[in-house]
């Protein structure tokens, strides 16, 4: 099955947030996620400071061209941040004094940096309430999805109407306890119809039960499944020192603090999850076929 992750933040040891990327580790990494079973995935590139996530996107951008091997497995690039919420619990893992409102001019300077391969863009809709980047976005061809927000309903349905089309790993991002009834799951959920759900189904992120939960909900037609996957993924169970983390891989191949105290990312695969989904969930060839391929192609209008 020709899979295709919509999320991934690095893959074999290689951070796609790292400076200095090059086009020996850029190689390493799709040739390992081919090798793997992976066929296409969306680089994701995270909240940082403005000239930094411009330098990494124009380094992805032109290293993705480079070859053949490396512009077919980068299918585009997925921008996370950093228009998204700066509230604990929310923000998750990006930087706090790196998050900002929406801004159109750095958007475009981000798209720019871009070269036309940034396909899908993750902001929180309070942090662009006139919905101009959403609008913007839009107008240039990229998909936008909420994600790392508590966006009320009022704020998501008037992203709707902008554009907005996606919501990011919908169950995480959020802090551990919420107000039981009005919470950003459930708003997400309530408008089922008109966004598409993506979901970190590797089983840790989202326990499976509560997976089967939202996809029965959301549909198999309006899911997405994806990794989130970070540099450990692909390595199998171990200890790594990653950039600026220390992480520790386990055999349920979640990436964690050392000690185990708090998850810091996936170490999965596409291929591993939908293994999970056929043996765990039950899906069929076909269903999973949709979740891991059909629906990311659809929903981001790549051919
Ligand atoms: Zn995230």
Request: glycine share 10%; hydrophobic share 40%.
């Amino acid at each position: 099955m020709n899979f295709f992750d919509i999320q991934v933040n690095g893959y074999a040891g290689i951070d796609f947030n790292q400076d200095n990327l090059s086009r020996v580790d850029l190689l390493h990494a799709c040739g390992r996620l081919r090798r793997d079973g992976t066929a296409k995935v969306l680089a994701t590139i995270i909240t940082d400071h403005a000239d930094s996530m411009a330098r990494r996107i124009e380094t992805l951008a032109r290293l993705k061209t480079d070859n053949s091997l490396t512009d077919e497995v980068i299918a585009g690039i997925h921008i996370e941040g950093p228009f998204i919420s700066d509230r604990e619990g929310f923000r998750g893992a990006h930087p706090a004094d790196a998050i900002r409102p929406a801004d159109v001019g750095l958007m475009r300077e981000l798209l720019t940096a871009g070269r036309g391969h940034i396909r899908l863009v993750t902001l929180a809709p309070e942090q662009d309430p006139s919905g101009a980047t959403i609008r913007f976005l839009r107008d240039q061809g990229v998909a936008v999805s909420a994600g790392h927000t508590d966006a009320s309903l009022e704020e998501l349905r008037g992203a709707i109407r902008h554009g907005l089309s996606l919501f990011t790993h919908l169950g995480n991002a959020c802090p551990a306890s919420l107000p039981r009834h009005d919470n950003i799951i459930q708003r997400a959920l309530f408008l089922r119809d008109q966004l598409i759900l993506c979901f970190i189904a590797d089983g840790v992120h989202i326990p499976t039960f509560v997976l089967k939960n939202y996809l029965d909900l959301a549909g198999l037609e309006r899911s997405i499944v994806t990794t989130d996957a970070m540099a450990a993924a692909g390595l199998g169970p171990g200890r790594y020192k990653l950039g600026r983390w220390d992480i520790e891989v386990g055999p349920d191949r979640a990436a964690r603090a050392p000690g185990g105290s708090h998850l810091v990312g996936s170490a999965a695969s596409l291929p591993y999850v939908s293994q999970k989904l056929t043996e765990e969930l039950g899906l069929s060839e076909s269903q999973v076929q949709a979740l891991c391929r059909d629906n990311p192609q659809r929903a981001l209008l790549i051919p």
